[in-house]
C-alpha cells in the first residue's frame, strides 16, 4: 500500500522542516479541510510559558487565549489558516491539544 505523500505549508520544503526540528523538536502538522482544499500549518507544542501567558488573558478573552497560544507555537502555515476564520478558529483548537493533560494517580503511603 503505497503512503500518500505529506502536504506541507505551502514554500515549505523537507529541507525546512529538518532545520525547524533541529531547532524545536518535534514539529507537529495540523491539517483543517474546508470545501475541497486542504491549509497546513506546522506548529511547536506550547511549553508553560506559553500557556501561562495565555491563562492570564484567557480568564476574559478565551479566543485571545487560544490565539496567544497559536501565534506562539505557530512555525510556518498556509496563508489561508491565518485569513480565514473558520479555519483559524479549528487551528487554534488543535494546537491546544498539542499540550496533553495526563492523568495522575494520587495516593498515600
Do not use: W
Not at 500557556?51 to 487560544?66: F, M, R, T
Amino acid at each position: 500500500m503505497d503512503k500518500k505523500p505529506t502536504t506541507l505549508p505551502e514554500g515549505v520544503t523537507e529541507a525546512d522542516v529538518a532545520a525547524l526540528k533541529r531547532t524545536h523538536g518535534t514539529v507537529h502538522r495540523i491539517a483543517v479541510k474546508v470545501d475541497g482544499k486542504e491549509y497546513v500549518g506546522l506548529f511547536k507544542k506550547p511549553d508553560l510559558s506559553i500557556l501561562s501567558a495565555a491563562a492570564s488573558v484567557g480568564a476574559g478573552d478565551p479566543i485571545a487565549s487560544a490565539e496567544l497560544v497559536y501565534n506562539s507555537c505557530k512555525l510556518r502555515a498556509d496563508k489561508g489558516m491565518d485569513e480565514d476564520a473558520e479555519v483559524h478558529v479549528a487551528a487554534m483548537g488543535a494546537v491546544g491539544k498539542l499540550f496533553r493533560q495526563l492523568e495522575a494517580e494520587v495516593g498515600e503511603l
